[in-house]
């Protein structure tokens, strides 16, 4: 053990409970120094050099076992997403084609499986019920989805394309206009239910259809259009 050479084992233990809780006084209390006077001590002990030299140590310790650990989960996903890419279903068989046990499956196979769900299988009635087999669902990761990470990752394929936002204001209009068109449908379902024509270019009082204004009878819809051509004077 590379303890920092010169401190008392308080001294090692203050150091250990203040890594720990990061409290000054608490640690100092801990490490067997009087409450009455701990305040006053852990600040002493953590201007003391030697002590900061080992709490400095012990952090890049620390720092390093992290970093390695972390590398090293690095690593092992490369290696599940590869056992997933080269999952064999013959090994989920003994020599004679039965299906072996989970607990009893190899550990490659083992890191495939996404979820296992048993249930028991009953035959019988009444008193003479008894359990006769029992069913396995096995449900394994996608193999799909593992060769496309893993092309991914090798940058043999590009990332999907991130579709560009709307800007506010093309949103608005289009949320107009789909608005728009929503409530011409809605007035001219409407007109069908009341058996008259509905306007839907905002006029009131309906579309005129005839002399006595009515639309006999029919539905009719006014979508905002050109005007119609003149001829004489008079509309065609």
Known sequence: MNRQQGLNERQHKFIKEYRRTGHG???AMAAGYSPRSAHAIASWLLKNVKIR????RLRDKETARVEARIELNAVNTLEELRRILHFDPANLYDANGDMLPVHELPPEVRACIASVESR???????????VSGRMVRIKFWSKTTAIIKAMEHFNLIEPPPVEKALETGAMSERAAATRARLEAVLKFKEGQWHGQGVPTNGASGGQRNGADGHSNGKAIVTIEQAPPKQNGGKTS
Do not use: Q
């Open 53 to 56: 030299k080992e709490l400095e």
């Open 120 to 130: 028991e299988i009953f035959a019988g009635e009444g008193e003479n019920r008894r």
């Open 25 to 27: 006084t608490k640690s």
